[in-house]
């Protein structure tokens, strides 16, 4: 470590550095993280964080993980990449894992959940056409505040119009429904639909889960209609809600699941989850990826899914989950801030009340002065995605902090 990446002393790389040599898409905090162990996360200046944000539900065994480091480090040592030309062992190990735990029968690597989606929605035209040749099957039905991920194609089956803004001529063919709303799909969908995209639980659009109910209607309405229904869990997956995959709560089996964010715990992986049947549309050449399957992400993403995928793992999500809550309703009562808070497992939204709409943000960068980091959901939902092992010390610590923050505000 040379001195100036000590943690106590200035670096030549600030804040106002980010303004001078990045395009201004992001506005990111005055803070610099630089280390992180387990869910506590130090800055620049040696200060610590208890991390509620996992690197927006990312980090899913905290930083610093010794099982990643190990596999990372192993794999590093053996091979790191080597395109789709060949195939190789990790790959092959986390396609089986994913497949065996899951509807799935093939899986398809890629390396982000906006690539996953990309996939999913260009196979689910591709398959229409395969299977109802010249009917114009190519329709995709999708919902309001959806998020999808940010090339074109998904932004515009997403449902939040400030992100296609600009970038006409757009994608045809997508329409928006209500979420949780049957008869307004039911006035979407018909024989043209090629497949219904939705979220098991909202996540940018503000922590919303789907209701059981709602989830069963539209996969009988696909049913009726011969669509396909894609289960986005790129935020929702890898035992964010309590469950490997939230459709496995939902009791509702999607054709097509897209996963990515907490699939690599940090190191940049996704894939998209499909039948044997549905899989036929994708053949040699219709579809690719370099680093799709890179043997180093796919090492690093087996331990993930290994540590994850247990009941311990999985309950010890369903505990936590209620013990954030029952203290966010406190604090939220006790300082009148939030209406409600809602949400899946530790996928938890805490709710602006009418006094607080649209200052989400102001209670995220008190929680940066005060030493713990959370996230937004749109401009009136306070996120919290921490690690799934995240401790009972590490949780009540970091609660004591937000309440200080809400308190310092309030
Ligand atoms: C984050 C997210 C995406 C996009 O993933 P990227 O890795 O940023 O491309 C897509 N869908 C959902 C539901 C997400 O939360």
């Keep these: 470590m040379s001195d100036n990446q000590s943690p106590n002393s200035s670096s030549k790389y600030s804040r106002a550095t980010f303004d001078e040599v990045m395009v201004p898409n992001y506005n990111p905090a005055s803070i610099i993280p630089e280390r992180g162990e387990g869910s506590k996360v130090w800055d620049q200046n040696g200060k610590d964080y208890i991390d509620f944000a996992g690197g927006i539900a990312v980090t899913a065994l905290g930083h610093n993980h010794p099982g990643m480091l190990k596999a990372l480090k192993e794999q590093s040592e053996k091979i790191w990449h080597l395109s789709n030309v060949f195939t190789n062992k990790p790959a092959l190990e986390l396609a089986q894992k994913l497949t065996d735990a899951t509807f799935a029968d093939k899986v398809f690597f890629c390396n982000s959940g906006g690539e996953a989606n990309e996939a999913a929605f260009k196979l689910v035209r ?195 989950s209620a013990k954030i809550k029952a203290r966010l309703e406190s604090i939220g009562e006790k300082y009148d801030v939030f209406e409600t808070v809602r949400g899946e497992g530790l996928l938890i939204g805490a709710v602006c009340n009418e006094k607080w709409q649209g200052k989400a943000r102001e209670f995220l960068v008190s929680g940066w002065e005060h030493g713990v980091m959370c996230l937004v959901a749109g401009l009136s939902v306070v996120r919290f995605a921490p690690a799934l092992n995240i401790t009972n010390e590490e949780i009540d610590l970091g609660l004591d902090r937000f309440e200080k923050a809400v308190a310092a505000i309030a």
């Design 126 to 320: 591709k398959y229409a056409n395969d299977n109802y040749p010249d009917q114009g099957k190519s329709e995709i039905v999708a919902f309001k505040q959806a998020f999808h991920g940010r090339t074109l194609f998904t932004v515009c089956v997403g449902g939040q119009p400030k992100y296609t803004h600009g970038y006409e001529p757009l994608p045809q063919g997508i329409s928006h429904g209500e979420f949780n709303n049957i008869e307004a799909l039911e006035g979407l969908i018909n024989d043209k639909t090629c497949a219904v995209v939705m979220e098991p639980v909202q996540g940018e659009g503000g922590i919303i889960p789907a209701d059981p109910e709602f989830a069963k209607a539209v996969r009988e309405l696909c049913d009726k209609h011969n669509a396909l229904l894609v289960f986005d869990e790129v935020q929702t997956g890898v035992g964010r809600t309590g469950h490997l995959y939230a459709y496995q709560g939902l009791g509702v089996t999607p054709d097509i699941l897209t996963t990515a964010k907490a699939m690599g715990g940090g190191f940049p992986i996704g894939a998209m989850l499909t039948t044997t049947k549905i899989s036929k549309s994708m053949g040699v050449g219709t579809h690719g990826s370099t680093y799709g399957g890179n043997p180093l992400a796919c090492a690093i993403s087996n331990v993930v899914i290994d540590e994850i995928n247990t009941p311990e793992m999985l309950n010890g999500v369903k505990e936590k």
